[in-house]
Nanobody, 125 residues
């Protein structure tokens, strides 16, 4: 079992930056794929980014490429999402999640076995 807790969200002006963190507990995540998703009211949860267990491979949704960076520190059992050049359409609750596989399927919600409670990111224009 993996317990995930996100932090780092907040209110930021358009063009600003935040660093989201996701700390895992109850087991090490060094062999686990980690992902970030986001959701707004009335919409389905959507993929943002994923990182392989070693950190050597990543996936991003097209709209965040060049602005968001996913990284991990396995020694700290933590995954990060650096979000830069924020836009109003980035406003959402951001969730981290853990999966036990890799490949293009990590862009699907159903691939993930464990989820955090989310952290709110609000971008004002």
């Amino acid at each position: 079992q993996v317990q995930l807790v996100e932090s780092g969200g907040g209110l930021v002006q358009a063009g600003g930056s935040l660093r989201l963190s996701c700390v895992a507990s109850k087991r090490a995540i060094s062999s686990v794929t980690m992902g970030w998703f986001r959701q707004t009211p009335g919409k389905e949860r959507e993929f943002v980014a994923a990182i392989s267990w070693s950190g050597g491979s990543t996936y991003y949704r097209d709209s965040v490429k060049g602005r968001f960076t996913i990284s991990r520190d396995n020694a700290k059992n933590t995954v990060y999402l650096q979000v830069n050049s924020l836009k109003s359409e980035d406003t959402a609750i951001y969730y981290c999640a853990a999966a036990f596989t890799w490949g293009a399927q990590v862009m699907a919600v159903t691939t993930y076995d464990y989820w955090g409670q989310g952290t709110q990111v609000t971008v004002s224009s």
